[in-house]
């Protein structure tokens, strides 16, 4: 019998998990800590119905015990990319991948591909920590593909031709191995 793949499944780097998890434990133990203190403090202040800084304190309380469960759900259902087993033949989750631009001066980008959830809602990219999520439209684009391959990938600015120059394996802290 062959073992049906999860489709609710969260792909992460082995970073990426550690990340996820470490903002876990900052909210449960320092965040909440925090918005109880502030809650603490508004209730002295007086009438909480006409009370701004309680209506803020319990809107951040909200947000912080929201992002708690996300979290906790996204973590249960995680698999980590064992970066070390990964074939450096295709691009991957996991995986950092050179790319040529072709449509604008033959510039060079190098981005290590992961999983979404692992860079903010926000963004799909993180230039400074050179990161891009499979599901950006570059991602999306050079998933799968091989070294020498040419891509075009919508872009909200037009159609950018790109060339994969380079796929290798990154270490855990980004940097190439």
């Known amino acids: 019998m062959i073992a049906k793949k999860n489709e609710n499944q969260v792909v992460v780097t082995r970073d990426g998990y550690e990340r996820l998890s470490a903002e876990l434990v900052d909210l449960r133990t ?7 203190r502030q809650l603490e403090e508004a209730r002295a202040f ?3 119905s006409e009370n701004a ?7 951040e309380q909200a ?7 996300e979290l906790e759900t996204m973590l249960a259902k995680t698999r980590i990319v064992d970066e070390d087993k990964l074939d450096t033949n295709k691009v991957a989750i996991g995986l950092t991948v050179t790319l040529q631009d072709l449509s604008d001066s033959k510039k060079h980008y190098t981005y290590t591909i992961v999983g979404s959830e692992e860079l903010s809602s926000s963004d799909d990219t993180s230039v400074a920590t050179q990161r891009i999520s499979q599901k950006s439209p570059v991602g ?11 891509v075009y ?8 031709h790109l060339k994969i120059v380079k796929i290798e394996r990154a270490d855990r802290k980004g940097a190439k191995r």
């Open 140 to 150: 999306q684009a050079i998933l799968g593909h091989v070294a020498g391959d040419d």
């Open 53 to 59: 800084e309680y209506a803020a304190a319990k809107d």
């Open 30 to 36: 320092v965040r909440r800590l925090e918005v109880a």
């Open 63 to 69: 947000k912080v015990e929201t992002r708690i469960l």
């Open 153 to 160: 990938v919508k872009i909200p600015r037009g159609t950018r």
């Open 46 to 48: 007086g009438d909480l």
